[in-house]
């Protein structure tokens, strides 16, 4: 199906968003003036979410599946997200791309539902869905307007009780998921070079190849093996269903029951292997590729998982050096006249952690200036942290997005599901509480620990001829540069 | 569905290719015969037979021999896929499938609206559900009024506003924890941010003072401004958006202000700082709206009010307001522009209509051809192209409609040995379509999505003030959606084909960005009355 092939949300807003319902007008705060251990938009955050939390159900089905429901009677439509916790690291050698097809399967038909039919129901009633598979886990989501809730839970749970594989279906999946690959990876400049040798830097871990997979290994693809794969790694016993939005609590409790045990496991289980975390380590390397027309730097840190004890910070510490036109590297890097764009890369190992910056020059400037400022720019943040006001201001920024999609049966019903399938517990109460916590020192450590040591650097280099051009531009005088740039822009 | 390349290649030809009628040179025999070579080579085991140097030669020369001719004989292999007829696939009825209550009446969301004494409207949307409030400052001073001055404008106020220098302006928006967005378009300006509740009264005054007394004297911002402009067009054409550049100003015509939509490099670089204020001077007097979406408290409202009946006078009603717009003239004769790309993995196909769209019914209509043929998932040519021929994996469609006229729009991407097939296929179906009306079960599925989306795209309060922005543009109000709804409700399956009859009986503009020498040998065995034309870039 359409999606990304790292685990960025199809959902654009919902990136690192989370939900609490709102209370705006009850709730007193100023910010830029908080006390040093809170700061009042966590606060506002943390009452608004006793409001979901005080709707939300939880049962386990008698298969094992754990069922979350997020009932909103204000909402006019309802969510639908189940998510397995299967990815591109529970593949075998042989099967690399496996989680990713099979994810397209499950669109292609079951024992009651027709190659074609899923579609053509979900969009009849206006309803959209998608799915996702990343290294760590695939999930699959449904949204359309409330009065179709029935319907929705029904179709979901017939293909996941029964999916139908044959030959043809594999073939014509396999053919598009190479599509996507030749749509998303190779016809764009960088994006397998890079992708790649990112990833043979976590050879050891379950981290060393793209979720995409293999061609070879897409070519070799059965639906007897699929069926396997099926069989081994979606079970009910290891996934969430999570329903949000506006419905009856008892008609769709009974429903569920009715309809999701039908779901069963069969055969004996793949083994769930404990994650092998890559040591962190430094990485300098050069991609070149034709179809670029200038050069770039990326910048990777390797930091924390999003249930470590320092994620909080690491996530503040990305909100204030990398993320957006407020970013400091990108603010620092255009008031010296260096930068002539800046972007973050479609990445997220939220098991792992990755922060990440791509810097393009402008054509006066080097890639070794912009790596200096970079490193510099880390520097003055561990020896000068943000006081406690700009903290507030941070945490405000992270929360403001966090809670926003409170009000979206789809993004909560989104971010539940992963939560539970990942940690096995609902996280957004815990992670607010976490950004409290932050204090300056915290900054500190932080920033020393995984900003400062074990980075990696890669040189994004277009051809030969444009790199000497560069180089030229580099050395001419400023003003003949940047009178050349505007012409070449 | 594609079974392997080696298939393809042998079975899988075009019916309109067939032996050349001269033979090629021998530099392009041989590069052709690749694949007749490894067909004919002998086998190892005749090699170890071959004895004196003589035979070896007459071998060899026997073996020339048959290459030769079989290069001349056979069809120079251009890959390419078959064409088809366009399919309808089945419409599938799940037996076991539970009831969905009916829809009741589309009922608009909560909406005040203040027309305040300076001329400038608010809108609110309350929602009690969002946890933020979201301020847009709407100018209806678009590229139509203020050429590329209005996108270098914008830019300038997102990367400096009223403060004395961009880092300045960029603690202010960190102090309310928020991000400035910044649109600008043929008919508007759109500055839009997002806070939490009680900074929400900072945002406002905040934008206010933007607008009030934009900082226009710094030439380094401008140069930044202009900067970043070139470069997004850049990093959009290196992801494939020169196509629709080129599509829009085919289908618009260069007497279409839509013609070319994009901003034009050559007047971006000539916006002066003294333009700018001109322009500001006039924009500040165009028609302003604010909108106020989300979890807005009561309270503040009449202080809003005050705040931006501050504004200087603006006119109640947009200039461009009642101008009509003339597209370019359909071809008689079916013409496909190549867009070279050397090298190119896969080749984009856009391929579609510019229409005069002036009232409602007609947008409707368009919007529901649309959704019929490109629905993601479901439509037309998603069930045919893609999961039946696995020609794509992104075909799709579009009607997007606008003041001054809308289009309707066929797209996708495809292998290049696909390009002829994927573009046959294309216009099968919209011939399809103004030939056969729909069946009432597809017409009660088209329905249902139609109105179902609707609903679904008013349940958070940005989604809402999207929609409200979108139907305003129009000149439409929260009742169009409504009426939109009750049209949608009862549209005739007879509906599109007449409407295919009346606005697509020309010859669409189509675009293909490819390599425009292998694809255009391929198009021309489809396609063979076609006229071609090749650009190697969009201006």
């Known amino acids: 199906m359409k999606q990304q092939h790292f685990a960025l949300p199809a959902l654009a807003i919902a990136v690192a968003a989370f939900a609490g319902t709102a209370l705006a007008a009850t709730t007193e705060m100023k910010i830029g003036s908080a006390p040093n251990d809170s700061c009042p938009a966590v606060d506002y955050a943390l009452a608004t979410l006793d409001r979901v939390d005080a709707v939300r159900e939880s049962l386990q089905l008698d298969n094992g599946l754990t069922v979350i429901l997020l009932a909103d009677q204000d909402a006019s439509t309802v969510a639908v997200v189940t998510s397995v916790p299967v990815g591109a690291r529970d593949e075998q050698d042989g099967e690399s791309g496996y989680a990713h097809l099979f994810e397209h399967l499950m669109f292609k038909g079951s024992a009651l539902l027709a190659d074609g039919a899923y579609g053509q129901l979900i969009n009849g009633v206006g309803g959209s869905f998608n799915a996702e598979t990343d290294f760590d886990r695939t999930s699959y989501y449904v949204t359309a307007p409330a009065e179709s809730v029935s319907q929705l839970i029904w179709l979901e749970a017939q293909r996941f009780a029964s999916p139908e594989l044959n030959t043809n279906k594999v073939h014509n999946q396999v053919a598009a998921v190479l599509e996507e690959m030749a749509l998303r990876i190779d016809n764009v400049p960088f994006m397998r070079s890079g992708s790649e040798l990112l990833l043979t830097q976590l050879q050891g871990s379950d981290y060393d190849h793209l979720v995409l997979g293999s061609a070879t290994d897409l070519a070799a693809a059965t639906a007897d093996k699929l069926l396997s794969f099926y069989h081994r790694h979606y079970r009910p016993e290891r996934s969430v269903l999570v329903i949000a939005g506006r419905f009856d609590l008892a008609t769709v409790r009974a429903q569920i029951q009715r309809d999701w045990s039908l779901w069963h496991a069969t055969g004996p289980a793949a083994i769930v292997t404990p994650l092998q975390q890559p040591s962190a380590r430094t990485l300098r390397a050069e991609l070149m590729d034709a179809r670029a027309p200038w050069p770039a730097l990326a910048f990777a840190w390797q930091t924390v998982p999003d249930d470590h004890p320092d994620a909080a910070a690491i996530a503040l510490i990305e909100e204030l050096m990398l993320r957006g036109d407020q970013a400091r590297l990108r603010q620092r890097l255009l008031s010296r006249q260096l930068l002539l764009h800046s972007a973050e890369l479609p990445i997220h190992l939220p098991r792992l952690g990755l922060a990440h910056f791509v810097a393009v020059p402008r054509a006066a400037a080097s890639l070794a200036e912009i790596e200096t400022e970079v490193n510099a720019s880390f520097r003055e943040l561990s020896d000068q942290p943000p006081d406690a006001v700009l903290l507030c201001e941070l945490k405000t920024a992270r929360v403001r997005r966090l809670i926003a999609v409170s009000e979206a049966p789809l993004m909560f019903a989104y971010r539940e599901s992963v939560d539970q399938v990942l940690w096995q517990q609902a996280r957004l109460g815990q992670e607010l509480r976490a950004l409290q916590q932050v204090d300056s020192e915290h900054i500190r450590r932080v920033s020393q620990l995984y900003f400062l040591q074990n980075g990696m650097v890669l040189k994004l280099l277009p051809p030969w001829y444009l790199r000497w051009t560069k180089r030229l531009l580099e050395w001419l005088p400023t003003s003949w540069s940047e009178a050349l740039e505007a012409r070449v822009l | ?539």
């Open chain 2, 1 to 539: 569905m594609i079974a392997n390349k080696t298939q393809l290649r042998a079975t899988s030809l075009s019916p309109n290719l067939g032996p050349s009628k001269d033979c090629l040179s021998w530099e392009r025999a041989c590069s052709r015969m690749v694949p007749i070579l490894r067909a004919s080579s002998l086998p190892q085991e005749t090699l170890t037979r071959i004895g004196s140097p003589i035979a070896i030669l007459k071998h060899l020369t026997f073996l020339l021999f048959i290459i030769v001719l079989a290069a001349c004989s056979h069809q120079p292999t251009i890959l390419a896929t078959a064409t088809e007829p366009a399919q309808l696939l089945p419409l599938h009825v799940v037996a076991d499938l539970p009831l969905m209550t009916a829809y009741p009446a589309l009922s608009p969301p909560e909406l005040h609206q203040h027309q305040l004494a300076n001329g400038a409207t608010l809108t609110l949307i309350p929602s009690t559900r969002a946890p933020y409030v979201q301020v847009q400052l709407i100018v209806d001073a678009g590229r139509l009024l203020f050429g590329a001055n209005a996108d270098v404008l914008a830019e300038i106020l997102r990367l400096t506003g009223d403060a004395e220098t961009p880092a300045a302006w960029q603690q202010r928006w960190r102090e309310l924890a928020a991000t400035l967005t910044v649109r600008s378009g043929p008919h508007r300006l759109i500055f839009s941010a997002e806070v939490l509740p009680n900074n929400a009264k900072q945002l406002l005054n905040t934008l206010r003072d933007m607008w009030q007394n934009p900082n226009l004297d710094s030439a380094n911002v401008l140069a930044q401004a202009q900067r970043n402009l070139r470069v997004q067009q850049h990093e959009q054409d290196l992801l494939g958006g020169d196509y629709g550049r080129l599509w829009q100003q085919l289908a618009y015509g260069p007497a279409h202000p839509y013609g070319s939509n994009a901003v034009n490099r050559v007047a971006l670089q000539a916006v002066t700082l003294s333009s700018l204020r001109q322009s500001w001077q006039q924009t500040a007097t165009e028609k302003q709206q604010w909108l106020i979406a989300g979890a807005v408290p009561n309270e503040q409202i009449a202080s809003w009010r005050t705040t931006i009946a501050h504004v200087p006078g603006t006119t109640p009603v947009a200039r461009w307001r009642g101008q009509q717009a003339v597209v370019a003239s359909a071809s008689t004769r079916m013409t496909i522009h190549l867009l070279h790309a050397e090298s190119a993995v896969q080749v984009n196909v856009m391929l579609g209509f510019a229409l005069p769209l002036q009232d409602w019914s007609a947008r409707w209509t368009c919007a529901a051809i649309a959704d019929l043929l490109g629905m993601s998932f479901s439509g037309r040519l998603f069930a045919d192209l893609r999961e039946r021929r696995g020609l794509s994996y992104d075909v799709g469609g579009h009607c997007s409609v606008a003041p001054l006229a809308s289009e309707l729009l066929l797209s996708g991407s495809t292998r290049p040995e696909h390009g002829a097939a994927f573009i046959h296929g294309l216009l099968a179906h919209l011939r399809l379509l103004s030939v056969h009306a729909a069946t009432e079960p597809e017409m009660q599925r088209l329905r249902g999505a139609l109105r179902g989306q609707t609903r679904v795209q008013l349940e958070t309060a940005r989604q809402r003030s999207r929609q409200f922005n979108a139907v305003e543009l129009l000149g439409g109000d929260w009742r169009t959606l409504v009426e939109q709804d009750e049209f949608w409700q009862q549209l005739p399956a007879q509906a599109l084909p007449d409407f295919a009859r009346q606005w697509l009986q020309g010859e669409p503009v189509i675009v293909v960005r490819g390599d425009a020498g292998e694809l255009e040998q391929q198009l021309r065995l489809v396609f063979p009355d076609a006229q071609y034309i090749r650009h190697d870039e969009v201006p």
